[in-house]
């Protein structure tokens, strides 16, 4: 087995339990590993940090799978995708819920798979070289553990050529049900696993969804960036007066309709520029009592981050002039780059523009099946921010 040592200063992370070494932080390389091999990693004194997986072509060179001596075999992959699957029982067994995440790749210490069931299907996506190899072992054992009516390989995210791998999709086992309807929550939603975004649906908002409808009795809902609707139906459910989503995607508006009519449910689809609909609202002196952000991650690196900043920002301006004393917004940031509380900062800075004061009702992250690994910051990466409007 190669061995990759890694730069003076680099391997503290290492050893707290992150799992990535970045190309820039290798010393040298001892023998020559092929791309999606094992290796053993060394600090620059030789010694040992852990296992992992390397590919010459991928900036994370190196994705630790084990941080101790424990060999990497299959029974190891199998034994992992198996407490993953045991630590998602509490989320499926929520009334009204058959879908979540089974498998959230680094955090199930298991570098770049990611795994969703919805309903009868479980969705699998494999976005590292070194695990590619393993495909067969994670989808049997959850074809096993789950026992799904059809097993989806989604590999089809572009990622994926950065790793040097193709991209492709197929049912690896059974057969795709279309139209393919899940529960969450006790709100029936219409899935698109061939065409959607992500691996289909939006899993991680489960609870915040949830989380809304104690807002919502009697009051005007306005959900910016809807998707499939997840907000709007909830709020919808929770008996608001009048809901309107809004979402720039025309497959996402028909998606709103959809699960609108399947829950016998009236929300107001609009399929436009969030940015110009909220301003246009502000223009005619619209008014809501709950207003929901949720915006596709405006930065992916870090450079970006003032850029993110301004766009958080000026959403949010829009967003509290809709709302009286009294009013609640909810904005989110589903990026890693962008941190909870610059955020927080960010949100709140609009507020001292308009000469607001806001209360903090809650500061809220991604639902439980994506759960933050320790020493893993990059595995939390939804930021939800609830705020009451004082005046
Ligand atoms: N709120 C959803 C998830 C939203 S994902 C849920 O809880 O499930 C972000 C959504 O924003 C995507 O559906 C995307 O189509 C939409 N979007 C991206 N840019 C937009 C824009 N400028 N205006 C409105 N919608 C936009």
């Not at 929300?267 to 008014?287: M, S």
């Not at 927080?344 to 991604?366: K, P």
Request: proline content about 4%; hydrophobic content about 40%.
């Amino acid at each position: 087995m190669a061995t990759v040592h890694v730069l003076n200063g680099r391997q503290k992370k290492l050893v707290h339990g992150h799992p990535w070494v970045y190309g820039n932080e290798i010393e040298r390389v001892e023998g020559t590993p092929a791309d999606g091999d094992l290796v053993e990693t060394v600090d620059f004194r030789g010694r040992f940090l852990g296992y992992g997986l390397y590919n010459s072509h991928s900036l994370l060179r190196v994705r630790l799978l084990t941080h101790d001596r424990t060999e990497v075999t299959e029974e190891l992959i199998r034994g992992r995708v198996r407490s993953a699957l045991r630590a998602r029982q509490v989320v499926l067994e929520r009334p009204g819920t058959d879908s979540c995440r089974l498998i959230y790749g680094e955090a199930d210490r298991l570098p770049g798979v990611i795994c969703d069931r919805f309903g009868p299907v479980v969705v699998l996506q494999i976005l590292t070289l070194g695990m590619e190899k393993y495909t067969g072992i994670i989808a049997d054992t959850l074809i096993e553990c789950v026992q799904p009516e059809c097993l989806y390989l989604a590999n089809d995210d572009r990622i994926r050529e950065k790793e040097g791998m193709d991209c492709y999709t197929r049912e690896y086992f059974g057969t795709l049900p279309e139209p393919l309807r899940i529960e969450e929550n006790g709100i029936h939603m219409q899935v698109d696993i061939r065409g959607g975004q992500k691996t289909g649906s939006f899993l991680d908002q489960k609870a915040n969804h949830l989380y809304l409808r104690q807002f919502c009795r009697g009051a005007r809902v306005l959900d910016c960036f809807s998707y499939a609707g997840g907000f709007a139906l909830n709020a919808a459910v929770a008996g608001a007066s009048e809901v309107t989503a809004v979402d720039i995607s025309e497959a996402a508006v028909d998606l709103i309709r959809t699960n609108a009519e399947l829950n016998g449910l009236r929300i107001n689809a609009v399929c436009q520029n969030a940015f110009d609909y909220l301003r246009e609202q502000v223009r005619q002196g619209a008014g809501y009592d709950v207003v929901v952000l949720d915006p596709p991650a405006f930065t992916k690196a870090h450079a970006n981050l003032e850029n993110a900043c301004r766009g958080y920002k000026e959403i949010a301006l829009s967003a509290m002039r809709l709302l009286p004393a009294g009013g609640v917004l909810a904005t989110h940031s589903c990026s890693y780059h962008m941190p909870e509380e610059t955020f927080l900062n960010t949100v709140f800075s609009a507020a001292q523009d308009l000469h607001r004061q806001v209360q903090l009702i809650d500061l809220r992250r991604q639902d439980v099946d994506h759960p933050v690994l320790a020493g893993y910051p990059e595995s939390h990466y939804l930021k939800s921010v609830w705020l009451r409007m004082l005046d």
